[in-house]
């Protein structure tokens, strides 16, 4: 009765192991691990972007356009240039599959013949952590462009690219986003 019992507790537990080790498997995975490993990959672009690039003079904002201006803290980039076309098909469904996760909630998809783009959130509506911009066409390539900020709101959104619109930005600094997408 106790080898019984020994063997029964022995399976349940590699059961365990092999539907928890399933599971990690099939989930889509951390957006901020796929551009940390993907920054080691030669065939990958990735940069980041200071908000400095993007020059804003403080005096021609309102007090609100500042504050949503002051909430962004960091932008992230990585690009895939689709010259691969077996890797970026691999790569642009796995980064499908990371934004199909319950983390991010999409907010707006746009799709033509040649370009295909989605804006998600992480976060709620009052405090929003992340705001991400995929971004794919199957001649081109895909990016990702990774805004993270505090207390960013889901309704500044659209007020964050009007004020970004306004801005001088440094198209040198930019220069290898502008590049990729006009190739």
Known sequence: MITFVKYTVKLIFIIVMLLFTISCSVKGGDLQEYIVEKSQDPEFITFDVPTSIFDVSQTELTAEEKEIYNSIKKVNVLMLQQENSQKFKIEATRVSTILKSDDFEKLISLNDKSFKGQLYYI??????????????SPDKGFAIIRILGDEMKLENIGKLMNILQKSNIDEGALGTLTDFFEK
């Open 123 to 136: 976060g709620d509506d009052e405090n929003v952590d992340e705001v991400i911009i995929y971004g794919k």
